[in-house]
């Protein structure tokens, strides 16, 4: 499996000199507040996987000096306030299961992403999806009196990154299908069988784009219906090309510059939507969806979709990211809770596993939105960074790598500052229990409070139910009949009345019985241990460190602190 393990991008959009995103692997979180560059990472990633399957001119344009004067560095996405002598560039290294890394590079001089001989960018652009709050809102852009044509979104955000059966990409192929028709030496369309031939050729293709909508629609409606509403019938949709290619409108040659708005008016993919009311007979149908149904409806819609295009692709690579830029910036922490939870695959749940397969970036503005998923995600599994930029000056952004409470508690030691470190152990105790006491259902619980001896108590007792429920699960709910079972306590191997079978699965009940015994003295043990050295590091330690206080903190009270919050995180996240 491939993964990225490092990205350089140097005067690129808001990046100022070189910025170095260190992921060894990992997925990023990351907060910062407007213009401190969360975008120019989407855009610069994005970039490099789109230069792929481009020619080098193409990809050469974004990092062109600006010049007023000349329509071709009009593009350009050099930072603004870079010397036209910088260099500019943005490098993605690579690593696979052998350690192995590759280096890809694009600038102004280099690409090498688009050879032929390495396929690798070219199959993470494929495989990978990039999605920002704009993106979503194209799904319902539209005024109250039109009806949403989703044609634009799907040319412009999901044809690209679908492969028909041949493995060709599929907005290509519409392009190549629907340049333009044959004509006449005079520069006239040819007519009569030649023209009816042409319609034919494009009737096949608007009947594979249907056959595409259908399979999209069908997986996006049972992705909605499981994870959005509990498999209950709430809301449908489907999507219709109502307005298709044709000989007279091909003949238009609607893919030359200056012809975007002629050909979203020609082409149209209606989105429907349907919802269940029951004591209204069942389904019905909401016109003008973008006046009548809230903003959570629309985007549990757009991200179903989206999805379901994703899954749709034929998959070739284990090599995939997925990039998110304030994808639900306009929803409330509870409707966000069960996207985020669907997208981490929080549940385990086989259904999702192919989430797990993309190496993750998650970027945000909101800071309660970030510490919440900071708060349940692994260390071991992502990398969190902090961006930031100031308002009254023109000055480039700040980016750092934002450290665990753990990590902090380490360092605050090492420089004396004892109350710091207690404060920081503290924040490392709640957000252990809040992770295995709620996990991310904890958002649904914002505004109650409950101390950290109370979750202490709570942690205990929650994990003697789940020992409780292990042992139903084992043993209460064997299928083996009473009298057989009561032949434990006797010499079963010795009893000619019982079968081999029999025996068999006697000896099998008791052998796991002796484990199970063994492994809850064991964890009776240790978890009595840590829920009780915790206590104490909060009396004695804890307490004293967020409160004024008289009780001296000693260095090696706090490293013993240290080990115990590490062993009763480690022990909780194995429960």
Known sequence: MRKIFQIKIRNFKAFQQEQTFDLKGKNILAYGNNGSGKSSLFWALYTLTQSSIKKDEEVQKYFKNFT???KSTHQSLRNVFTDKDEHSFIELTTIDEHGKKDVYTISHDTTNTNKDGDTIIQELNQASDFINYKLLHNFYAATH????????VFERDIFPFLMDDANHVMLEKIKAKTSDVARYKSGQPVRGRKADAAEQELATLNSEIESLLSQIQTNANNFI?????DNKDVIRLSLQFNKKFNFEKVKNELWQPGKEAERHSNLHVKLIV???QEDHGGWRQIHRVQSFLNEAQLTRIAIGIRISALRTRVQTT???ILVLDDMLISLDMSNRMPIVKMILNQDNDPDLHFFDEFQKIILTHDRGFYELLRRHTSPHQWEYYKFHAREDKNSPPTIQRD?????????FLADGEYDACGNELRKETEATLDKYLKGLNSAAENGKFESLTSKLNHAFKQITETSRRDFDKLFVKKTLPVDLIKKLKTNFTENDSLTANEKSRLTGLKNELFAYLIKQYELKD???KLIEDTQDILKRIMNPASHS???????????DAIKSVKALKKHLCKI
Do not use: C, G, M
Not at 225 to 229: G, R, V, W
Not at 403 to 411: V, Y
């Open 68 to 70: 007023e004067s000349n």
């Open 145 to 152: 009196k039109q009806e949403v044509n989703l044609w634009p």
């Open 225 to 229: 219906k499981k994870h959005f509403f």
């Open 274 to 276: 349907e919802i269940f």
């Open 318 to 320: 284990d090599f995939k």
């Open 403 to 411: 450290r665990t409470p753990l990590e902090k508690a380490k360092a």
């Open 526 to 528: 240790n978890k009595a």
């Open 549 to 559: 206080s008289l009780v001296p903190l000693y260095e090696s009270e706090l490293k």
